[in-house]
Structure formats: C-alpha cells, structure tokens
C-alpha cells in the first residue's frame, strides 16, 4: 500500500518531472562545437529553444568569439564596433526572451565562412497537466453566469 503510492509518486515525477524541469543545455554545433564550415542553420533546424534554455557555444578560447547581433548584421556579418563578444571558449547564453537570435563569430572572415546562427526562442510551455482543460463544468459555470453565455450554441 505505501509502496505501491510511492511508486505511483515516482512515475508521476518521471512523467512529468522532465516538463517542469525542462530548461535545456543545447551545445551548439554539438560535438562540432563553435568553428567555421558547420552548418549551423542545418543544426537548429527542427530543434525547439525555449525561455530558460541554454546555448553553449564551445571553441578554443582565442580561436573564435560570440557576438549577439541584430538581423542586419547577421545577414551582412558586420561585427559591432562596440559591445564585447564572448570569449572563453566555453561561452553559456541563457535564453532569457522570445523570438529570434542571431550569433556570428567575429574573428577574421569566420562569419561569412558560415560561423553564425540564427534561432527563434519560443515562449516557455506550460506543462499539458497545468493546462485547464475544456470541460463540462466551465460550460456549466457559464450557464449560470448569462454575461458568459453570448458565444454558445
Ligand atoms: C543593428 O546593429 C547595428 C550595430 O551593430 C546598428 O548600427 C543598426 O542600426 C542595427 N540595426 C537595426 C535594424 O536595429
Ligand atoms: C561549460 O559551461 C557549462 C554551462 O555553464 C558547464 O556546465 C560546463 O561544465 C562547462 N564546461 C567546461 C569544460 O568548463
Ligand atoms: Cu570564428
């Protein structure tokens, strides 16, 4: 009896633990890590970034850079005059707002070599078990309440 709700507790947290819990590490160009001749449109393509989520751009420190641009930028891969890059090789970007992000490399011609990203973070889900679903009782509530009742059938 007490292990059994132990059990069903478990497999509550191991169901829906990873949803709550869901801010992810993506190591950007994976195992390629940050560098030139990479396809990093290719890498993000089908990959969902989220509110919380991390970006880790890996490199040997010195070789490469981080720079957060605008779409302008990006598309020329002009490097700001003014606002530092990341540097340490080991460069952690917490992906704090939604929509699209843009990252080029700012040493020599690496940008137009193909060293930049671009991804668009969607705003944090709600886990389905928070979601309200549609139910019977919000039409019945509503039915008590007439100022609710314009849109029903
Ligand atoms: C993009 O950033 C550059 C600075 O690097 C700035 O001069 C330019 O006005 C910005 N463009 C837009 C559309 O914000
Ligand atoms: C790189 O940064 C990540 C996230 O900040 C951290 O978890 C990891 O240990 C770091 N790796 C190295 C080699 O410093
Ligand atoms: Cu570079």
Redesign the pocket.
């Known amino acids: 009896m007490g292990l059994s709700r132990v059990f069903v507790l478990l497999l509550v947290v191991a169901t829906f633990g990873p949803m709550i819990t869901s801010a992810k590490d993506f190591l950007v160009g994976d195992q390629s890590g940050w560098t030139v001749g990479f396809d990093y449109q290719g890498w993000a393509h089908g990959k969902e970034f989220h509110i919380g989520d991390r970006l880790v751009f890996n490199y040997p420190a010195g070789a490469h850079n981080v720079y957060k641009?605008?779409?302008?930028?990006f598309q020329s891969c002009?490097?700001?005059?003014?606002?530092a890059p990341l540097t340490s090789g080991n460069d952690t970007i917490v992906l704090a707002t939604s929509g699209k992000k843009w990252y080029i490399c700012g040493v020599s011609n690496h940008c137009d070599q193909g060293q930049k990203l671009v991804i668009t973070v969607q705003p944090q889900a709600l886990p389905p078990s928070v979601a309200p679903a549609p139910s019977p009782w919000s039409y019945s509530e509503g039915s008590k309440r007439p100022f609710f009742n314009f849109n029903l059938p």
Do not use: R
């Open positions: 641009v605008n779409g302008t930028d002009n490097v700001p005059l003014e606002g």
